[in-house]
């Protein structure tokens, strides 16, 4: 996991309790889990507003393309 091993992963445990103790390791974690969900929300927003801009250019383009067939024709 993340290039790590368990001792490794252990001891950041280790660490972590005794910097900020039993009582806020829920606390912490809990507003870790979500920044993380925000995080997720915001990248999936993110990557659809891209597809439907990039959907809008394709049928903007090919609605041009049809003008200009029709006048060539």
Partial sequence: MFGM???EL???FLVVLLLF???RLPDIAQGLGKGI???KK???DTQG???SSINEIKTDESDSNQKN???DG
């Fill in 21 to 23: 103790g039993a009582k």
């Fill in 5 to 7: 091993g368990p001792w």
């Fill in 10 to 12: 252990a001891l950041i």
């Fill in 69 to 71: 067939e029709k006048k």
């Fill in 42 to 44: 915001a990248v999936k």
């Fill in 49 to 51: 507003e891209i597809k």
């Fill in 37 to 39: 969900r925000e995080f």
